[in-house]
Each structure stands twice: as structure tokens, then as C-alpha cells.
């Protein structure tokens, strides 16, 4: 704020205080009206107004709950006392044993998930883009149709198709290439993958549409340029593509890291955190501890897994700021 | 609600001007197709990629057909057999009637169409506000919600649960758990949805609202008939993210909806699934699914721009 607007409004506030009236303050006075009247007069509680429904929305189901959640961390609640308990909440958490267990199978789940999960979109935006008119469309619809299915429906599909049966479907289709059924969820050395190849069905298609409008705008002189250098698609798709959308892929793998770490319908869903534990993860604790009432504890482990997500952006955006320029 | 649909409708004045785009070359050129082994090769890849698309997006859906209209026998003794142990889709009603779908989905519509009303009042009230009101506290609000993106959604479960249970701001204990607001509200704040609003408001001449100013206009009439009526496109797609994300939504409802007629249809389902008969439960899973694929192929443009839009403001 300008410094002539604070002394503006102080000496505003000065006016109202009758007391402090001198000769001048009072002609002052008489000339323009107390500020409340002012800022009505100006359109400031029209404003007000029309801001209220998104500060009141805000403040209550966004700001307030973010600085709340920090705040619990440290308490402990029943609903009805409160009582700060400090780092108790944490020393708990980390006590837990299932809690190092968690943090491998999330490892694991995100590492599975990136690495499966990140150049297949890519590889489906290259390939629909090339298509031609209703073709493209056709292949846009099939790419997003999965993630329009409700997530629960589709985990529950998934959960048909990995029944641990010879006669399952997964397990048919495998036999016909001559391998043995498999328990899908049920067995420690595949539950994982399983987990995994779900979720990369239900959400490859938003990152496809994102890929593919981010490859609308590249410039297309850029491969005609090439063309003349004698470059093939390879060397196109290589040294013009790729670093055309370079922003754009460092943003969506930011986001995709950020969100294969709070992954959590579909463990809760199709395995409940087994066989063995093997799939637990840590918003799965979280979930646990809330259900027990734990509320401290889930919100200590949930601050603990925020604070550690945003060192790991803030990471990852000092390291890649040299390619994104 | 009329005027969600109607915002609908005018969005297809921007569909003809993109389909002007398909036009345009893209990075394989047509003098790399007039060699025959590049042809041949481009030519499988996008073939194949095109028969695992179909078979990957497509055939769980037509599996959730058959099955929802196939005996428990069926499902799971033959779950590659389409209707060889008969076709029985009388399932769809007995899950309508016998295990109170119809409830659920009318539930379903409320808490979607709710959480969509209000998402669109604070959208564009906001968005008014921030882009064209600019009062001196803007730019802080502005910042605060967009702070509010960067931060994992995760660590307001805990403290969400509890606004429910003591809303924060009133006096004494108002709680909303268990009533329809608690979903509807938490649902329709989304800095997202603000935040890509106020960039289309941005989009539009300045002047226009300056002119308006001149010609009298108070804020109201400006917002009236000048910023509901351009923003329609961006609002019609906020209102369909909107009323499909809350309607797949499952943990959030689970949570602040705990009694059982209030239930909507992803909860009741994953209850369904280990309790009542599978063939009823595969036809519910269908009835969950066939109204937003409906509204998805209905309005495809908008919703593969609004997913694209995502994209640039997270950008």
C-alpha cells in the first residue's frame, strides 16, 4: 500500500475522533464524510458483498483448515477437550512400526506408478496427435473415458478382474500365453503392481488431454525447420517436441509425484493395506488413526507428509529450473 | 440450475473455431509419409495404439454391462462369457428397487447438483471480484488462494471433519455434519476453479467494463449483463468438472455423510459389493456409471478444454 494511502486513512480515522476536533478537522469534517461513509459511498461494501460468499468459503473450508490441521498436530482432541500434547503426536507416529512399512510401500507404489505412469500419457498424446480429424477425437474420448468412470466403480471392476481364481479374467487372458493364475491381490510379490496398473487406467487421461493441447501450440515452422536440416521423426520428436514441451512435462511430473504419494481409494478398496501389510500406505494410516478418533496422531503424520511433499517440489523445482528456462 | 445448461449451449460457437486447428500439419510431415517403411511403420503404431485404446477404454465398460445384466453365477465363473448363461436385465430394477439404488442416486443428484450451485457462486463472484471490483485487499486474496493450491490436500481431512462438526465463525457448537452442506460447501470451494475464472475475466477487453462504468452502470448491472453473460463458456465448464468430480467423489462423502439415507451412490456401492447379491451390485456400479459417461460424451469439447485449462493454470 502507497504511503499516501496509509496516511490518507489514518488522518481519516483522526477525523472520526471527536474528541481531537480542531477548527481545521471540523471544516474537513463538513466537507467529506466520515470513512465508513466514504467506502460505502465508493463501492466498498458492494465489493465486500460480492467477495463474501468466496472469504467466507475460503476462510472456512480452505485457509482455517490448513492452518487448523498444523495446529492439531501438535493437540489432542477428543471434540470436546483440546489440550496441547507438542511433539507427543509425532513421537507416536514415528513409534509406530507400521509407519517405516508404509513409507516402503508408498516408495514403492510411487516409483511404480512414475515409472509406468509417466511416459505412457506422453506416448498417447504423440500418437493421438498425429491422428487425423475424427480419428483424434475418437482417440481423445478413449484415452479420458476411464477417468470419467466413478473411482469406486473402477476399482471394483479391477477387483473382478484380478480374481485370484484360474477361471479370473486376468488370469485367463495370462494363461492362453501358457503362465500360471496368479493371486493378484492376494499375493505380496504382485499386489503392488496391481495396485498400480489401476490407478494408472483410471488416471492416464487427464494427463493425455493436458499433453495433447500442449502439443497443439507448438510452433509448427519449428518442424519444417528441421525437415530442411534433414531430420527424421525421431530426431523431430527428440530435439523439437520433447523440449517444446518441456515446461509443460516437468509440471505434470511434479504433479503426478505429488499425487501417486497420497494415494489411497485404491489400497483402501481393493486390498485394505494386505496381504501381509504390503500395501499399506501412509494416507491408509491416516485414514486408521482418524478412525480411531486419533485425531492428533492423523494430523501429525498428514503434516509430516506434506512438509516432506513440499521439500520434495521445492527440490524438484531448484533442480529443473535450469531445463524449464 | 436451467442456467447451467444453457451455458452449456453456448459453448458451441468455440467448438467450430478449433475444429479449424485440425487442419494444420503436425511433427510427421507429408513428405516423411511418402516413404513406404515410414508409412508402414506409422501406419501399425497408430493402429495398434489405437486397438489398445479400444480395447483398455472400451472393454471394461462393455465388461460392466454384461455383467451387470449376467447372474452372480456368471460373473464369476465365466467373467469372459457375454450372456452364455443367459441375459437377465431385470438386475437393473431389482437393484433400483430392492437395494435402494434409486435412493442413492437421488441422493447423488443432490449433493452434485448442490455442490455445482454453489461452486459457480463462489466462482464468479469471486472471480468479479479479483478481476474487475480489484479491491485493495485483492491482491492478498488472490495470493492466499493461490497459496492454497500448492498445498497437499491431505492435511485438511483431519481439520475439514472438525468444521464440520463445529463450524468455525458461529456461536457455540453448529454442526453440519451429516446435512447436505457439509458436503455442498467443502465441494464448492476450489482455488482452481477462481483462480481460472479470473484469468478468462482477464481475457476480456477492459474497456468493456469501463464503458459500462461511463454509461452509468453500477457493479451490479456490470455483473449482470456483462460478466455472467461472457463467462458463460468458462462457467458451463466449471459446473460439469464440478458435478462429476463430487459425483465420483467417495471418502469425503463417506465421512461427512454417515447415515444411511443420505448415502450416495460410490458409498453405497463399495458397501453393496461386500453385502448383497455381486449381480445386483455389478448393476448398481452401472447405474453410478452411466450418467457421467453420458454427460462426458455429451459434452466432450468441453470437458477435454476444461481438462487442458487445468493444465495451464497449474502450469
Known sequence: MPASQVDERVSASLAGEPTT?????????????????????????????????????????????????????????????????????????????????????????????????????????????????RWRQIGSVLAFLPTVIPPVVSILLWRRFYSPEPWGLINTIIGWFGMDPVGWLQDPRFSMLALVIAAIWAGTGTTVIIYLAAMVTIDRSLYDAAEVDGSGIFRKIWHIMLPQLRGTILVMLLLQIIGVFQVFTEPFLLTDGGPQHRTVTLLMLVFRRFMRGDYGGAAALSVMLAVVLALLSWLYLAVTKRWSK | MTDVTTTLASRRN????????????????????????????????????????????????????????????????????????????????????????????????????????????????????????????????????????????????????????????????????????????????????????????????????????????????????????????????????????????????????PSAERRPLSVAISLAERTTDLSLAMAAMLIATVIPIALFLIFQKQFLSGASAAGSVKG
Open chain 2, 14 to 257: 468455440a467448438r467450430k473455431a478449433k475444429a479449424a486447428q485440425a487442419n494444420e500439419r503436425t511433427l510427421i510431415s507429408s513428405n516423411d509419409m511418402r516413404n513406404p517403411a515410414i508409412k508402414l511403420g506409422v501406419g501399425s503404431w497408430k493402429t495398434i495404439i489405437i486397438a489398445a485404446l479400444t480395447l483398455v477404454g472400451l472393454y471394461p465398460l462393455f465388461w460392466l454391462v454384461v455383467a451387470a445384466t449376467s447372474s452372480t453365477q456368471d460373473i464369476l465363473r465365466d467373467p469372459l462369457g457375454v450372456w452364455r448363461g443367459g441375459f437377465q436385465p431385470e438386475n437393473i430394477v431389482n437393484a433400483w428397487n430392492r437395494i435402494q439404488i434409486d435412493r442413492y442416486t437421488g441422493n447423488t443428484f443432490i449433493i452434485a447438483l448442490g455442490t455445482t450451485f454453489f461452486a459457480l457462486l463462489i466462482t464468479i463472484t469471486g472471480a468479479y471480484v479479483l478481476a474487475v471490483l480489484k479491491p485493495r485487499w485483492g491482491p492478498f486474496v488472490d495470493k492466499a488462494i493461490m497459496a492454497t493450491l500448492f498445498i497437499p490436500g491431505i492435511i485438511s481431512l483431519v481439520p475439514l471433519y472438525l468444521v464440520i462438526i463445529d463450524l468455525p465463525l458461529t456461536p457455540g457448537q453448529v454442526g453440519i455434519i451429516d446435512t447436505w452442506w457439509a458436503v455442498w460447501l467443502p465441494g464448492a470451494v476450489s482455488a482452481f476453479n477462481v483462480l481460472i475464472t479470473k484469468q478468462y475475466i482477464n481475457s476480456i477487453p477492459h474497456e468493456l467494463f469501463e464503458a459500462a462504468k461511463i454509461d452509468g452502470a453500477g457493479p451490479f448491472r456490470v455483473f449482470w449483463h456483462i460478466v455472467l453473460p461472457l463467462t458463460r463458456p468458462i462457467l458451463g465448464v466449471i459446473a460439469l468438472l464440478t458435478f462429476i468430480a463430487s459425483w465420483r467423489d467417495f471418502l469425503w462423502p463417506m465421512l461427512a455423510l
Open chain 1, 21 to 133: 476536533a480542531s477548527h481545521a478537522d471540523a471544516a474537513r469534517r463538513s466537507a467529506r464524510p466520515a470513512w465508513p461513509v466514504r467506502w460505502i459511498k465508493g463501492g466498498g461494501l458492494t465489493t465486500l458483498l460480492f467477495g463474501l460468499p468466496m472469504l467466507l468459503g475460503f476462510t472456512i473450508f480452505g485457509w482455517w483448515p490448513i492452518v487448523n490441521g498444523v495446529l492439531i498436530a501438535f493437540q489432542r482432541t477428543n471434540l470436546i477437550d483440546t489440550h496441547w500434547v507438542w511433539l507427543d503426536n509425532f513421537r507416536d507416529v514415528l513409534a509406530d512400526p507400521l509407519l517405516w512399512q508404509a513409507v516402503r510401500n508408498t516408495g514403492l507404489y510411487a516409483f511404480l506408478a512414475i515409472l509406468i505412469g509417466f511416459p505412457i500419457p506422453l506416448i498417447l498424446a504423440a500418437t493421438i496427435s498425429e491422428l487425423r480429424g
